[in-house]
């Protein structure tokens, strides 16, 4: 039986990384693309972009044809060592009329997945304000940060921090390295309280950095002491003290505390707000 598109993807990234020991992440380097993307085409979890066909044939001398249609063999020699993965020759197509068989059927595949959205829009009434339709969702695009659960304890402006997670959230991986450490240091909380007004108020969320640890003046942590958790502004002092501060000082003046007593959980990089009352 003939190898699918996906099927002729899997084996050829197989073959590439056996033959010369090379990881996903090595092979992306290679043609330009991330190590998650080859994951996901080595899975069969999403189709090969043309780009990505052409990129692999050119570096790793694979015949075109036969990737993009089955017909033929992988590269010279491979039907008498892998005779199950080629395919009649038969009457070829030309490598332009190959590529735009399979661009018309990337195309088709996208136009499928935005027929709905399309078709919702459509629907909207006279004078509306139409957003274009987003294109396919790509998971190896994204990473998720976890939303803690947390609750108001004693205490201006803290809560305790729960190992149980309500929600995931997505987020661009290049977005996320550029503000974060790596991504699986990063948590979501929400904030209760009004210590931190007006930068940040209650009911909004914060995403903090736990692999970012070192006290830098001025810059807001959660940090805890005792079983609590607070977000604070801190600044170093001398003898080992640090100073906690509180953006709304009328209500929380700043105090000092033994740098040995505060744990900093990690820095807030981000927060959101949601600007619409709820109901």
């Not at 909207?124 to 939303?147: K, N, R």
């Not at 830098?216 to 100073?243: C, H, P, S």
Request: include cysteine; charged fraction near 30%.
């Amino acid at each position: 039986m003939a190898l699918s598109l996906k099927e002729r993807t899997r084996w050829a990234i197989n073959y590439v990384a056996e033959k010369d020991g090379l990881s996903n992440t090595k092979i992306g380097a290679q043609l330009g693309i991330k190590g998650d993307t080859v994951s996901s085409y080595r899975s069969m979890a999403t189709d090969p972009k043309v780009e990505f066909i052409a990129k692999f044939c050119e570096t790793y001398n694979f015949d075109l044809t036969w990737f993009v249609s089955g017909a033929g063999a992988p590269f010279s020699g491979a039907r008498d060592k892998y005779p199950e993965v080629c395919g009649e020759t038969g009457d070829l197509m030309s490598t332009q009329e190959l590529m735009r068989a399979l661009e018309e059927e990337e195309h088709a595949a996208i136009a499928a997945q935005r027929e709905p959205l399309d078709r919702e829009s459509a629907e909207e009434e006279p004078g509306d304000i139409l957003i274009p339709a987003p294109m396919p969702f790509d998971p190896t695009y994204f990473d998720f940060v976890p939303m803690a659960e947390a609750h108001l304890a004693a205490g201006g402006g803290a809560f305790v921090l729960s190992e149980k997670f309500k929600e995931y959230y997505a987020f661009r991986k290049d977005w996320l390295r550029r503000i974060g450490t790596r991504p699986k240091r990063l948590v979501m909380m929400p904030i209760k309280g009004t210590s931190m007004q007006p930068t940040i108020m209650d009911g909004d969320v914060v995403m903090l950095d736990t692999g970012r640890r070192r006290i830098f003046d001025g810059q807001i942590y959660a940090l805890g002491m005792g079983e609590t958790i607070m977000v604070k502004r801190l600044e170093n002092l001398v003898g080992g003290r640090v100073r906690i501060i509180a953006d709304n000082r009328t209500e929380f003046p700043p105090y000092e505390a033994e740098a040995r007593d505060i744990r900093i959980i990690g820095q807030v990089i981000w927060f959101a707000r949601e600007l619409v009352p709820r109901e």
